[in-house]
């Protein structure tokens, strides 16, 4: 599975606003200094996100982005999708909606395994989560697997 820079940033900016006080708009270049994210680069996402209902941003001097819905209200897949569609696709098409003939008939049934352990994952952790450090521990346990940290 690729993770896109696009989602990476997004994730990681919305845990610096899960960690600081959500009655206080945070600007848009303190976020993208203190996680190390290009500023219009980040701009964009916020606005995406916006668009989403997952942050909400406030313009003028005092301006800024804060979460829209409270930190464990906010899943990783929520987020993923908000940016990029479906947590699954195969040629645009979402797995649940492929049949292949003959001998490739079971790949089908592989990208959706492939879904559900996605969502296994990532509807199951929250950006509270990762700002406390406190991951579920059906994800702790894949950690806990040596398999998981092979780089291949």
Known sequence: ??????????????????????????????????????????????????????????????????????ADAISVADVIRALEGPLAAVHGQRPGQLEYPGSAAAVADLWVAVRAAARSVLEHVTLADLVAGQLDPSVRALLADPEAWRPH
């Open 1 to 70: 599975m690729r993770i896109s820079a696009k989602v990476d940033y997004a994730v990681r900016a919305l845990c610096e606003l899960a960690a600081r006080d959500a009655g206080h708009p945070t600007p848009t270049d303190e976020l993208a200094s203190a996680q190390q994210i290009p500023v219009n680069f980040l701009k964009n996402i916020l606005g995406e996100l916006r668009a989403a209902g997952i942050v909400s941003t406030q313009r003028g001097r005092v301006g800024g982005s804060t979460l829209a819905r409270p």
